[in-house]
């Protein structure tokens, strides 16, 4: 599906070693086992946590994001409130997202919550409520440079003078 609203993904390389040893437990754990067969059950094992974990932690995220993608900004506000709120509460699963969720994100869920609720609101024409929440996740994550974008875009607008 594709999708004409523009997403980022910033990866963070280092988080990929962790990644690779898991795999190679996983596949240590398969050559015990089944040596013919290592690659293939460890690859299968790999993608299957792989794809467990991301889709059902983050699923509040992944909600919102889907109605982005649809073009449902105003519902969308609610689904990454619910994920701020989730990761907020267990900051460690976002911490360490490169383990527990296998993920290779630079930004955290929290970040990108706080930066998606503020472009939902864009979206849907709420600029005053988009600029806080800008200003908020900058609050958090002081260099975000979506946040800063977003917020340099809002001020470009509002800072034009009348024609």
């Known amino acids: ?35 013919e067969n290592v690659i293939l059950y460890g690859s299968l094992t790999y993608l299957v946590i792989s794809f467990s974990l991301r889709n059902l932690i983050p699923k509040d995220h992944r909600n919102g994001m889907k109605k982005v993608k649809k073009g449902n900004f105003k519902e969308a506000i609610s689904d990454f409130n619910e994920s701020y709120n989730f990761f907020n509460k267990n900051n460690w699963i976002d911490k360490y997202r490169f383990i527990t969720l296998l993920s290779s994100s630079r930004v955290s869920y929290k970040e990108m919550a706080l930066n998606n609720i503020a472009f939902c609101y864009a979206q849907s024409g709420n600029g005053i409520k988009s600029k806080e929440f800008y200003e908020r996740t900058l609050k958090e994550f002081p260099e975000s440079g979506i946040a800063k974008a977003g917020l340099n875009m809002l001020n470009s607008i509002s800072d034009k003078a009348p024609e």
């Open 1 to 35: 599906m594709s999708s004409k609203t523009p997403t980022t993904r910033q990866i963070s390389w280092i988080s990929i070693v962790p990644q690779l040893i898991t795999m190679g437990i996983i596949m240590t754990f398969w050559y015990s086992i089944s040596p």
